[in-house]
Nanobody
Framework: VQLQAFGGGLVQPGGSLRLSCAASGHTFSAYTVGWFRQTPGEEREFISAIDYSGTSTRYSRSMKGRFTISRDNAQNTAYLQMNSLKPEDTAVYYC???????????????????WGQGTQVTVSS
């Protein structure tokens, strides 16, 4: 499956953005999808994941409540709604996919098989 993340940009602190992850090439509904972010010199940080049907979700404790993951299998797209953004949310955001259930190690970047190219989110006044 090929993934393309988009929707990043410059937003003021307290603002919102919705990222999209468009998939092509295989049956999107068979894939679990995750979102990660990365800043220079740091490891990729897990944000959230959603199972193939959209009924089960997982969140990083630090972002739960501000970020919401969802998917529309008919549109082959997953989303990450980000609210109350802070300057420390500035990063490159990546979507990832794996042809399996959520499992137990979804927070590890090595768990995921397919990655999008990343989209830059900058939170600044």
């Amino acid at each position: 499956v090929q993934l393309q993340a988009f929707g990043g940009g410059l937003v003021q602190p307290g603002g919102s953005l919705r990222l999209s992850c468009a998939a092509s090439g295989h049956t999107f509904s068979a894939y679990t999808v995750g979102w990660f972010r990365q800043t220079p010199g740091e490891e990729r940080e897990f944000i959230s994941a959603i199972d193939y049907s959209g009924t089960s979700t997982r969140y990083s404790r630090s972002m739960k409540g501000r970020f919401t993951i969802s998917r529309d299998n008919a549109q082959n797209t997953a989303y990450l709604q980000m609210n109350s953004l802070k300057p420390e949310d500035t990063a490159v955001y990546y979507c990832a996919a794996r042809n399996s259930g959520l499992g137990y190690v979804y927070t590890l970047s090595t768990y995921w098989d397919f990655w999008g190219q990343g989209t830059q989110v900058t939170v600044s006044s």
